[in-house]
Protein backbone atom coordinates (compact mmCIF):
# COMPACT_ATOMS: atom_id res chain seq x y z
CA UNK A 1 0.00 0.00 0.00
CA UNK A 2 2.96 2.52 0.80
CA UNK A 3 4.37 2.01 -2.34
CA UNK A 4 1.28 2.77 -4.18
CA UNK A 5 1.25 5.80 -2.75
CA UNK A 6 4.33 7.03 -2.97
CA UNK A 7 3.85 6.83 -6.35
CA UNK A 8 0.95 8.33 -6.89
CA UNK A 9 2.52 11.21 -4.76
CA UNK A 10 5.43 11.07 -7.51
CA UNK A 11 3.16 11.40 -10.50
CA UNK A 12 1.29 14.18 -8.86
CA UNK A 13 4.57 16.43 -8.06
CA UNK A 14 5.54 15.47 -11.93
CA UNK A 15 2.28 17.14 -13.32
CA UNK A 16 2.53 20.39 -11.08
CA UNK A 17 5.56 21.10 -11.81
CA UNK A 18 4.88 19.97 -15.80
CA UNK A 19 1.65 22.96 -15.03
CA UNK A 20 4.74 25.67 -13.26
CA UNK A 21 6.12 25.70 -16.85
CA UNK A 22 2.67 25.99 -18.55
CA UNK A 23 1.66 28.94 -16.52
CA UNK A 24 5.02 30.84 -17.05
CA UNK A 25 4.92 30.11 -20.98
CA UNK A 26 1.51 31.64 -20.78
CA UNK A 27 2.73 35.03 -18.19
CA UNK A 28 4.59 36.06 -21.89
CA UNK A 29 1.63 35.43 -23.96
CA UNK A 30 -1.17 37.49 -22.02
CA UNK A 31 0.93 40.37 -22.02
CA UNK A 32 1.30 39.95 -25.87
CA UNK A 33 -2.68 39.86 -25.91
CA UNK A 34 -5.30 42.36 -27.12
CA UNK A 35 -7.00 41.57 -23.92
CA UNK A 36 -5.16 42.06 -20.81
CA UNK A 37 -6.67 39.95 -17.36
CA UNK A 38 -6.41 41.53 -13.90
CA UNK A 39 -6.85 38.67 -11.17
CA UNK A 40 -8.96 39.47 -8.14
CA UNK A 41 -9.73 37.48 -5.13
CA UNK A 42 -13.22 37.61 -4.52
CA UNK A 43 -15.40 36.08 -1.86
CA UNK A 44 -18.78 33.61 -1.84
CA UNK A 45 -20.33 36.75 -4.10
CA UNK A 46 -18.35 38.37 -6.67
CA UNK A 47 -16.61 40.90 -6.33
CA UNK A 48 -16.22 42.83 -10.08
CA UNK A 49 -18.59 45.79 -9.32
CA UNK A 50 -19.85 47.95 -12.67
CA UNK A 51 -17.23 50.49 -11.71
CA UNK A 52 -15.05 47.61 -12.33
CA UNK A 53 -16.13 46.69 -15.48
CA UNK A 54 -16.46 50.20 -16.50
CA UNK A 55 -12.82 50.14 -15.76
CA UNK A 56 -12.17 46.95 -17.57
CA UNK A 57 -14.40 48.88 -21.10
CA UNK A 58 -12.30 51.84 -20.69
CA UNK A 59 -8.47 50.09 -20.22
CA UNK A 60 -9.30 46.99 -22.87
CA UNK A 61 -8.72 44.84 -19.85
CA UNK A 62 -10.81 41.79 -18.16
CA UNK A 63 -11.00 40.75 -14.62
CA UNK A 64 -10.98 37.54 -13.20
CA UNK A 65 -12.74 36.34 -9.95
CA UNK A 66 -11.14 33.55 -8.14
CA UNK A 67 -13.82 33.68 -5.28
CA UNK A 68 -13.65 32.24 -2.56
CA UNK A 69 -10.88 30.15 -3.05
CA UNK A 70 -6.90 31.72 -3.64
CA UNK A 71 -5.07 30.14 -6.15
CA UNK A 72 -2.33 27.73 -4.73
CA UNK A 73 0.48 30.03 -6.47
CA UNK A 74 -0.53 33.94 -5.53
CA UNK A 75 2.78 34.98 -6.39
CA UNK A 76 2.43 34.04 -10.40
CA UNK A 77 -0.81 35.31 -10.00
CA UNK A 78 0.43 38.39 -8.61
CA UNK A 79 3.36 38.79 -11.12
CA UNK A 80 0.92 38.87 -14.02
CA UNK A 81 -0.93 41.45 -12.57
CA UNK A 82 2.15 43.78 -12.23
CA UNK A 83 2.71 43.04 -15.89
CA UNK A 84 -0.73 44.08 -16.56
CA UNK A 85 -0.09 47.49 -14.58
CA UNK A 86 3.13 48.00 -16.35
CA UNK A 87 1.62 47.99 -19.26
CA UNK A 88 -1.43 50.47 -18.09
CA UNK A 89 1.30 52.33 -17.23
CA UNK A 90 3.38 52.91 -20.23
CA UNK A 91 0.02 53.08 -22.27
CA UNK A 92 -2.40 55.46 -19.92
CA UNK A 93 0.04 56.76 -17.82
CA UNK A 94 -0.87 57.16 -13.78
CA UNK A 95 -4.43 58.07 -14.06
CA UNK A 96 -5.62 54.58 -14.15
CA UNK A 97 -4.04 53.83 -10.76
CA UNK A 98 -6.85 56.37 -8.94
CA UNK A 99 -9.86 54.61 -11.17
CA UNK A 100 -8.65 50.73 -10.01
CA UNK A 101 -9.56 48.98 -6.61
CA UNK A 102 -6.82 48.77 -4.44
CA UNK A 103 -8.13 45.51 -3.62
CA UNK A 104 -6.66 43.74 -6.74
CA UNK A 105 -4.58 41.06 -6.10
CA UNK A 106 -0.62 42.34 -5.72
CA UNK A 107 -1.86 46.42 -6.59
CA UNK A 108 -0.60 47.65 -3.22
CA UNK A 109 2.86 45.75 -3.22
CA UNK A 110 3.37 46.65 -6.76
CA UNK A 111 2.66 50.81 -6.10
CA UNK A 112 5.12 50.85 -3.41
CA UNK A 113 8.17 49.74 -5.43
Not at 32 to 53: C, F, Q, R
Amino acid sequence: MNFKQIIIIVLFSFALHAQEKKQNDTIKIEINSNTKTIYVLGGIASVITKEDLAFAKKYNVKFHDFGCIAPINFKEYEAKNALIFEHLNKVFGKQWQKEIKSSVMGFEKWKKK
